[in-house]
Protein backbone atom coordinates (compact mmCIF):
# COMPACT_ATOMS: atom_id res chain seq x y z
CA UNK A 1 0.00 0.00 0.00
CA UNK A 2 1.01 3.63 -0.82
CA UNK A 3 0.59 6.84 0.85
CA UNK A 4 0.92 10.35 -0.24
CA UNK A 5 -0.55 13.74 1.41
CA UNK A 6 -1.18 17.10 0.38
CA UNK A 7 -1.70 19.78 2.44
CA UNK A 8 -2.95 23.39 1.78
CA UNK A 9 -2.05 25.16 5.09
CA UNK A 10 -3.67 28.14 7.48
CA UNK A 11 -0.97 30.36 5.23
CA UNK A 12 -2.86 29.94 1.99
CA UNK A 13 -5.26 32.16 3.49
CA UNK A 14 -8.63 30.09 3.16
CA UNK A 15 -10.82 32.37 4.53
CA UNK A 16 -14.11 31.90 5.56
CA UNK A 17 -17.11 32.58 8.10
CA UNK A 18 -19.62 30.65 9.32
CA UNK A 19 -21.60 30.06 12.19
CA UNK A 20 -23.18 26.88 13.61
CA UNK A 21 -26.65 27.88 14.84
CA UNK A 22 -27.39 24.95 16.82
CA UNK A 23 -24.78 25.81 19.15
CA UNK A 24 -25.98 27.13 22.62
CA UNK A 25 -22.19 28.89 22.79
CA UNK A 26 -20.08 31.62 21.09
CA UNK A 27 -20.34 29.43 17.90
CA UNK A 28 -23.77 30.59 17.20
CA UNK A 29 -22.23 34.27 16.27
CA UNK A 30 -20.98 34.73 13.07
CA UNK A 31 -17.18 33.67 13.07
CA UNK A 32 -14.13 32.73 11.40
CA UNK A 33 -11.50 30.89 9.93
CA UNK A 34 -8.41 30.44 7.29
CA UNK A 35 -8.94 26.83 7.24
CA UNK A 36 -6.31 24.32 6.23
CA UNK A 37 -6.95 20.78 4.49
CA UNK A 38 -5.29 17.57 4.29
CA UNK A 39 -5.80 15.25 2.25
CA UNK A 40 -4.23 11.25 1.94
CA UNK A 41 -4.70 9.72 -1.23
CA UNK A 42 -3.87 5.76 -1.29
CA UNK A 43 -3.15 2.96 -4.23
CA UNK A 44 -2.08 -0.71 -4.41
CA UNK A 45 0.11 0.31 -7.36
CA UNK A 46 2.21 3.69 -8.25
CA UNK A 47 1.73 5.18 -11.47
CA UNK A 48 4.91 5.08 -14.41
CA UNK A 49 6.63 7.91 -12.62
CA UNK A 50 6.56 6.31 -9.46
CA UNK A 51 4.10 8.30 -7.72
CA UNK A 52 0.31 8.00 -5.92
CA UNK A 53 -0.62 11.39 -7.83
CA UNK A 54 1.06 14.59 -9.44
CA UNK A 55 0.47 17.14 -7.16
CA UNK A 56 0.90 19.60 -9.65
CA UNK A 57 -2.52 17.87 -10.57
CA UNK A 58 -3.89 18.99 -8.05
CA UNK A 59 -4.72 22.40 -8.93
CA UNK A 60 -8.13 21.94 -10.22
CA UNK A 61 -8.59 20.33 -6.38
CA UNK A 62 -7.11 23.68 -4.98
CA UNK A 63 -9.07 25.90 -7.56
CA UNK A 64 -12.70 24.18 -5.87
CA UNK A 65 -11.26 24.56 -2.35
CA UNK A 66 -10.46 28.49 -3.32
CA UNK A 67 -13.99 28.99 -4.52
CA UNK A 68 -15.61 27.52 -1.98
CA UNK A 69 -13.68 28.74 1.13
CA UNK A 70 -11.81 31.71 0.46
CA UNK A 71 -13.69 34.95 1.22
CA UNK A 72 -16.98 33.43 1.63
CA UNK A 73 -20.10 32.90 4.41
CA UNK A 74 -20.78 29.16 4.71
CA UNK A 75 -24.43 28.69 5.98
CA UNK A 76 -26.42 25.73 6.88
CA UNK A 77 -29.16 24.51 4.92
CA UNK A 78 -31.55 24.64 7.70
CA UNK A 79 -30.07 27.96 9.04
CA UNK A 80 -33.05 29.93 10.97
CA UNK A 81 -32.01 32.89 9.42
CA UNK A 82 -31.03 31.47 5.78
CA UNK A 83 -32.88 34.13 4.39
CA UNK A 84 -31.55 37.13 6.03
CA UNK A 85 -27.63 35.50 5.31
CA UNK A 86 -28.37 35.59 1.85
CA UNK A 87 -28.85 39.19 2.00
CA UNK A 88 -25.75 40.27 2.58
CA UNK A 89 -24.76 38.60 -0.73
CA UNK A 90 -27.97 40.91 -2.02
CA UNK A 91 -26.27 43.93 -0.39
CA UNK A 92 -22.93 42.69 -1.89
CA UNK A 93 -21.47 42.11 1.36
CA UNK A 94 -20.40 38.25 1.08
CA UNK A 95 -20.57 35.57 -1.17
CA UNK A 96 -22.99 33.22 0.68
CA UNK A 97 -22.33 29.22 -0.10
CA UNK A 98 -25.36 27.53 1.01
CA UNK A 99 -23.93 23.65 2.64
CA UNK A 100 -25.95 20.86 3.64
CA UNK A 101 -24.18 21.56 7.09
CA UNK A 102 -21.78 24.00 8.37
CA UNK A 103 -18.67 23.05 11.19
CA UNK A 104 -15.43 21.65 11.08
CA UNK A 105 -16.45 17.79 10.55
CA UNK A 106 -19.88 18.54 7.63
CA UNK A 107 -16.90 20.63 5.64
CA UNK A 108 -14.43 17.34 6.23
CA UNK A 109 -17.17 15.29 5.00
CA UNK A 110 -18.30 17.65 2.08
CA UNK A 111 -14.64 18.41 1.20
CA UNK A 112 -14.19 14.34 0.92
CA UNK A 113 -16.82 13.89 -1.48
CA UNK A 114 -15.98 16.34 -3.43
CA UNK A 115 -11.94 15.15 -3.53
CA UNK A 116 -13.58 11.47 -4.36
CA UNK A 117 -15.29 12.57 -7.33
CA UNK A 118 -12.26 15.17 -8.49
CA UNK A 119 -10.62 12.25 -8.23
CA UNK A 120 -12.49 10.29 -10.72
CA UNK A 121 -12.72 13.36 -12.82
CA UNK A 122 -8.60 13.70 -13.05
CA UNK A 123 -8.06 10.28 -14.64
CA UNK A 124 -7.20 8.29 -11.44
CA UNK A 125 -9.50 5.56 -11.85
CA UNK A 126 -10.18 3.22 -9.36
CA UNK A 127 -5.75 3.14 -8.97
CA UNK A 128 -5.89 5.71 -6.60
CA UNK A 129 -8.54 6.51 -3.84
CA UNK A 130 -9.20 9.34 -0.82
CA UNK A 131 -8.86 7.82 2.61
CA UNK A 132 -9.25 10.68 4.24
CA UNK A 133 -9.93 15.18 4.74
CA UNK A 134 -8.46 16.73 7.86
CA UNK A 135 -9.69 19.89 8.01
CA UNK A 136 -8.29 22.58 10.08
CA UNK A 137 -9.59 25.69 11.65
CA UNK A 138 -6.41 26.58 13.67
CA UNK A 139 -3.78 25.06 14.98
CA UNK A 140 -5.77 23.10 18.19
CA UNK A 141 -9.20 21.99 16.57
CA UNK A 142 -9.28 19.89 13.62
CA UNK A 143 -11.82 16.98 12.29
CA UNK A 144 -11.29 14.05 9.96
CA UNK A 145 -13.91 12.56 7.64
CA UNK A 146 -12.85 8.75 6.70
CA UNK A 147 -15.46 6.72 4.81
CA UNK A 148 -16.31 3.94 6.84
CA UNK A 149 -14.51 0.76 4.68
CA UNK A 150 -17.32 -2.46 4.75
CA UNK A 151 -15.97 -5.77 6.89
CA UNK A 152 -16.87 -7.99 4.27
CA UNK A 153 -14.48 -6.50 1.48
CA UNK A 154 -11.38 -9.06 1.12
CA UNK A 155 -7.82 -7.11 0.62
Not at 97 to 104: E, Q
Not at 119 to 132: F, M, Q, T
Request: proline share 1%.
Amino acid sequence: MYKSTKRYGHEIGLSCCFRQHRADSHCKLLHGYALAFKFVFASRELDVRNWVVDFGSLKGLKAILEDTFDHTLLVAEDDPKLVTLRGLQDAGLARVIVMPAVGCEATAHLVYEVAKQWLKDAGYGDRVWLESVEVSEHGANSAIYIKEQRNDVQD
